[in-house]
Nanobody, 115 residues
Framework: QVTLVESGGGLVQAGGSLRLSCAASESIFSINAMGWYRQAPGKQRDLVAVITSDGRTTYADSVKGRFTISRDLAKNTIYLQMNSLKPEDTAVYYC?????????WGQGTQVTVST
């Protein structure tokens, strides 16, 4: 099991930026995929962005061009840079890993975007 610790959430005005971090308890070099989901109140948990072991990235249409996922293999950490934030980006953001098809989740970090 991979333990994940997220940080970087908070309150920001619309148009602002935040960077989320997710630190893993072990090397992420060989993890199949890591990424971020988000869940707004009363809604399902949706994929935001993912980065695979070979560095390929995928984004939800709603965040393309505004969010960037990246990783630092030396720090066993992935990041989500969020720019041009909108009120509809308000949600709890969860980091996850897919290691040999076993999924682990972080505890979540709240992102609130005010108008």
């Amino acid at each position: 099991q991979v333990t994940l610790v997220e940080s970087g959430g908070g309150l920001v005005q619309a148009g602002g930026s935040l960077r989320l971090s997710c630190a893993a308890s072990e090397s992420i070099f060989s993890i199949n995929a890591m990424g971020w989901y988000r869940q707004a109140p009363g809604k399902q948990r949706d994929l935001v962005a993912v980065i695979t072991s070979d560095g390929r990235t995928t984004y939800a249409d709603s965040v393309k061009g505004r969010f960037t996922i990246s990783r630092d293999l030396a720090k066993n950490t992935i990041y989500l840079q969020m720019n041009s934030l909108k009120p509809e980006d308000t949600a709890v953001y969860y980091c996850y890993t897919n290691k040999r098809f076993v999924i682990d989740w972080g505890q979540g970090t709240q992102v609130t975007v005010s108008t």
